[in-house]
């Protein structure tokens, strides 16, 4: 089984700061996905970002970047230049991948509810 | 359609009583879960459906719980004699071509059980 762990219950910075929110997980799967989503309090889960365990280079979207380390099962998101629209909660997931696409379901960490202020 | 979609957006219910929530995925695609989020429990994964399917239902948390999908398509999750604890919001998502990595969420059933 996987775990995910968040260690970071809330954050807050101001707005246009740099924040890394960290997140670890454990896991005997070599061939994995890893997720960053965001919900805001709308409910509506919004992917953030991807990577894909056997790509090394580190997966970039915008403003957001992750700092995958497989050896050490960690995988931060980073936020550049935050804006008021970034306070939400913020899930890092795990899913396992199979031939034909991920066959299981998402394992969420306990989240982090990020805060802007402006 | 353009997204995944679920009904009712909220359910109160009496302690005992049966629930039946809907989602409808994203047109064409094959894979549907099932996710819970409580304050308690976080998010947990319910079941997932590959066509009509439930290769996996390890997640449902008693026999109260069930979930059927027809035609590849709609699934309604059905919660008999319904528990205060049941309390949560249910959230679908789907998942399939283009993008067969990525699961696409609706936004969510909130249940609560007086």
């Known amino acids: 089984a996987q775990t995910v762990t968040q260690s970071q219950p809330e954050m807050s910075v101001q707005e246009a700061e740099t924040v890394t929110l960290s997140c670890t997980y454990d896991t005997s799967e070599n061939n994995y996905y890893l997720f960053w989503y965001k919900q805001p309090p709308s409910r509506q889960m919004i992917l953030v970002i991807r990577?894909?365990?056997?790509?090394?280079q580190n997966a970039t979207e915008n403003r957001f970047s992750v700092n995958f380390q497989k050896a050490a099962k960690s995988f931060s998101l980073k936020i550049s230049d935050s804006q008021l629209g970034d306070t939400a909660m913020y899930f890092c997931?795990?899913?396992?991948?199979?031939?034909?696409?991920?066959?299981?379901?998402?394992?969420f960490g306990k989240g982090t509810h990020l805060i802007i202020q402006p | 359609g353009a997204g995944v979609s679920q009904s009712p957006s909220n359910k109160v219910t009496e302690k005992g009583k049966d629930v039946e929530l809907r989602c409808d995925p994203i047109s064409g695609h094959t894979a549907l879960y099932w996710y819970r989020q409580s304050l308690g429990q976080g998010l947990e994964f319910l079941i997932y459906f590959q066509g009509n399917s439930a290769p996996d239902k390890s997640g449902l948390p008693s026999d109260r719980f069930s979930a059927e999908r027809t035609g590849g398509s709609v699934s309604t999750l059905t919660i008999q004699r319904t528990q205060q604890e049941d309390s949560a919001v249910y959230l679908c998502a789907s998942r399939g071509w283009p993008t067969y990595n990525e699961q696409f969420f609706g936004p969510g059933t909130r249940l609560t059980v007086l």
């Open positions: 990577q894909e365990a056997y790509k090394q």
């Open positions: 997931a795990f899913m396992k991948g199979r031939s034909g696409g991920g066959a299981d379901g998402l394992t």
